[in-house]
């Protein structure tokens, strides 16, 4: 089955614990993508990358790393995670700069 | 000029209503505008998309129409069914980039 995988779906964290969240998908797509979801905000893009060892900064990258040393693998990294990163994150990917698929989204909370 | 504007926040139809939500952008570089249906607890699924060379692309009962001289699109949806209940976002992009602008989202509820 084609899919996005997330992991963890869910982690509560304390302030300045480093943790990374996994994004693998099984569609050999080019494109994958990170967005963090707030209530009134929508989606913003933290972070996208267009094939391996390359990456680029969405609308929000502050406080976040990202590596794609592989094609079907995006972890997004929170090297000192803060409480205003508590949000709902979920990984994208997409064969072209069009149709994205979402995984089913972290929730992570930063006390 | 990066922003997507997307009205109304939320929106209340009676089965077999029509469902407008409207969004509005400024950057002219933007060249791909799709629509995301989003369910609780799930990630947001591409619904439609439109590119400016067309001024409306219908699939089913969803209906994008692209004003490009305003720089607004609208998304309608016919004969809104309670299954059409979600939340939707518009957004825009730029040609041969995946940076994506999303509008803040419409929760739809459609009344039975």
């Known amino acids: 089955e084609a899919q996005v995988t997330q992991n963890p779906r869910y982690l509560i964290t304390v302030t300045g614990k480093k943790l990374t969240v996994t994004c693998s998908q099984n569609m050999n797509h080019e494109y994958m993508s990170w967005y963090r979801q707030d209530p009134g905000l929508g989606l913003r893009q933290i972070y996208y990358?267009?094939?391996?060892?390359?990456?680029d900064k969405g609308d929000v990258p502050e406080g976040y790393k990202v590596s794609r040393k592989e094609k079907r693998n995006f972890p997004l990294i929170l090297e000192s995670p803060s409480p205003n990163q508590t949000s709902l994150y979920f990984c994208?990917?997409?064969?072209?700069?069009?149709?994205?698929?979402f995984g089913p989204g972290t929730r992570l909370t930063v006390l | 000029q990066q922003q997507v504007k997307q009205s109304p926040q939320s929106l209340i139809v009676q089965k077999g209503g029509i469902s407008i939500i409207n969004c509005a952008y400024e950057n002219t570089a933007f060249d791909y505008f799709p629509w995301y249906q989003q369910f609780p607890g799930k990630g947001p699924a591409l619904l439609i998309a439109?590119?400016?060379?067309?001024s409306e692309k219908k699939e089913g009962r969803f209906t994008i129409s692209f004003n490009k001289s305003a720089k607004q699109f609208s998304l309608h949806i016919m004969d809104s069914q309670p299954g059409d209940s979600a939340t939707y976002f518009c957004a825009a992009s730029y040609m041969g980039t995946y940076k994506y602008i999303f509008g803040t989202g419409t929760r739809l509820k459609v009344l039975a």
């Open positions: 990358s267009m094939n391996v060892e390359v990456t």
């Open positions: 994208a990917s997409s064969s072209r700069a069009d149709t994205q698929y």
């Open positions: 439109i590119r400016p060379d067309v």
